[in-house]
């Protein structure tokens, strides 16, 4: 076996294999040699190497077959032949004759006696079929210049076979299952390294120069082959399952599983998609405080169904956007809504919008905002504006589905769901809106309230990093510098106009030179505000820090997400502030 001597230094790698494509991966992938078993084969079929000593095939017959159509064609690498001599019938010579003749380099005993229990193998070795005659083989092999590599797994087996003049040896000690990426043989990683130490011992101490390899065994990974190798001196190692069908099964499992995994890809973009239009954050929506996110669940639960929907806030709290969000919730988000914004104009123009003009003599009809949403939804910004006659037509609508229009006389139905705006003053309640009583009963129980900007100062980081990206344009603008003093600044202040203000506050913060800190002096010109004392700013400092802790419940990571501080910096300031005495 010149190659592998002149190779004895170097590792060496065989791929015990049963088909052609295993050949052409196993030569590209660097191997030495390759070894043609009837073990491969039931493995590319779906079988596993135990059914190579089962009596179900010619085993010679079975190996030549697609030896000779794939393997031999399909690699340039040094193909050992897996004879078995179990056949009483098998003539050594003749069929060696054949492997030398067909393109064979060497041979191999596989499947041998040294895979069966005892008892069959006493059958067979008091036959004159045992390992004796595997041994006759392979001499007869070496004598015909075919190179030789002998399964063995004893001691004893070991000796025998390079006393006869065998060029390596393979121990090898069980035939794994199919079971994927595992190995069940009946001994560990240990006890292996152990045993093929011993042996390899056994047969360097008749001939150096015999080359010991590992076959199989535990060994599923690299990092297990190299730990053996290490301690025992092994010279080279003969993968089977590990080469072939545990790489190939992964392989089609992880490919398999990518492609079945893009329907559930796409459930899961449609999910994020839903929760995203759900949070309102398409809408421009920021939701982190309890105060908002139960606004969000109200907006959510009054969508569904026909019945209207009135949002009342401050100025500026977003009640447009979350009319918007609204009608994306519900059963028409697939038409687009019809806004109209009731203005301070005198006379009846309102009116005349919302519900329509019957044509008279210097008059064209004009046809209602109502009728033209009847298959959506009438967004009614501000309806506090609207006159108290228009308000009485509306509550008509609301109870009735049917309206007048202005100078008419028949009723008109429509279907549209009314979702109105009210806007209300600082401090007012729901018991106080600007509406009348008939309307204001129409709507009752489904209102959604928006808390001012004060009430909810746990969205302020996050609304202000939604405004940088939409002043930049960029999804992926940093966010801007703002330090500790400058956030106190913010949460101090009262927010008359709200989100709307603090909107116009961040385009004006955005347009800083890029990384230019922002700090308290920068903020308070942009907010109106005049610097406060020193002293009164600690203190300020110190009850917006009990605020956010007081508002998470005392969770201080929470706390620390809201005030836009790291949790270090909110142990520190707790600490300096004496917050726990």
């Not at 491969?40 to 009596?55: D, I, Q, T």
């Not at 590992?214 to 301690?231: A, Q, S, W, Y």
């Not at 492609?259 to 954050?281: A, C, M, P, S, W």
Request: hydrophobic content about 40%; aromatic content about 6%.
């Amino acid at each position: 076996m010149k190659q592998f001597l002149s190779n004895s230094r170097s590792f060496m790698l065989g791929a015990a294999i049963g088909s052609g494509m295993t050949a052409r991966a196993a030569e590209r992938a660097g191997a030495d040699f390759v070894l043609a078993l009837n073990a491969g084969r039931f493995r590319a079929m779906g079988g596993s190497s135990p059914a190579s000593v089962l009596p179900i095939r010619d085993s010679n017959a079975f190996v030549a077959g697609f030896g000779r159509s794939e393997i031999l064609r399909s690699t340039k690498l040094p193909v050992f032949f897996g004879a078995c001599t179990f056949d009483p019938r098998l003539d050594l010579d003749q069929f060696l004759d054949r492997l030398k003749r067909w393109g064979f380099a060497g041979v191999t005993n596989f499947p041998s006696v040294i895979h069966l229990d005892a008892m069959r193998r006493a059958i067979l070795e008091n036959c004159g079929l045992g390992y004796g005659r595997e041994t006759e083989l392979l001499v007869k092999a070496a004598e015909r210049g075919l190179m030789t590599i002998a399964y063995t797994r004893t001691q004893s087996e070991a000796r025998r076979m390079v006393e006869a003049g065998v060029e390596a040896v393979c121990m090898n000690f069980n035939l794994n299952p199919a079971e994927t990426a595992v190995s069940s043989s009946s001994i560990g990683l240990a006890e292996l390294a152990a045993r093929t130490g011993d042996i390899a011992h056994a047969v360097h101490a008749i001939n150096r120069n015999v080359v010991c390899l590992l076959g199989g065994g535990p060994i599923t990974r690299p990092e297990e082959l190299m730990d053996v190798c290490r301690e025992t001196g092994t010279q080279g190692f003969i993968g089977g399952s590990s080469l072939d069908r545990v790489p190939l099964e992964m392989s089609v499992l992880e490919m398999t599983s990518g492609f079945k995994t893009i329907h559930v890809l796409r459930e899961k973009v449609d999910l994020l998609e839903r929760q995203l239009q759900l949070n309102g954050y398409r809408h421009g929506i920021i939701a982190r405080s309890a105060a908002m996110n139960h606004a969000l669940e109200s907006a959510k639960r009054l969508a569904s169904g026909t019945n209207p929907v009135l949002i009342v806030g401050e100025p500026g709290t977003g009640k447009r956007r979350v009319a918007s969000l609204v009608h994306s919730f519900g059963a028409k988000r697939h038409r687009k809504a019809v806004t109209f914004p009731c203005r301070r104009v005198p006379g009846d123009q309102n009116s005349v919008a919302l519900f329509g003009l019957e044509a008279g003599k210097d008059t064209k009809r004009r046809i209602s905002l109502l009728e033209m949403a009847s298959d959506t939804a009438i967004i009614i910004l501000h309806l506090n504006e609207l006159s108290d006659d228009g308000q009485e037509q509306l509550a008509d609508f609301l109870e009735t589905g049917t309206f007048d229009a202005v100078n008419g006389v028949a009723a008109v139905r429509s279907d549209a769901k009314v979702i109105a705006t009210c806007t209300v003053a600082a401090g007012a309640d729901l018991e106080t809106l600007p509406i009348s009583p008939r309307l204001r009963a129409a709507f009752t129980g489904l209102e959604i309230e928006l808390p001012p900007l004060r009430d909810r100062l746990e969205d302020l980081p996050a609304l202000i990093h939604h405004f940088t990206v939409e002043t930049k344009g960029d999804a992926e603008a940093k966010p801007l510098p703002i330090e500790n003093s400058a956030f106190l600044a913010l949460a101090s202040h009262r927010w008359p106009g709200n989100v709307r203000e603090l909107r116009h506050a961040v385009e004006q913060l955005a347009t800083l030179p890029p990384g230019t800190p922002i700090t308290a002096d920068l903020v308070q010109p942009v907010l109106g505000t005049r610097p406060a004392h020193k002293q009164m700013t600690s203190l300020s400092e110190r009850e917006w820090i009990i605020d956010a802790l007081r508002r998470n419940k005392l969770h201080r990571g929470k706390a620390a997400a809201a005030l836009g501080m790291s949790r270090k910096t909110l142990y520190n300031k707790i600490k300096s502030l004496r917050i726990l005495e």
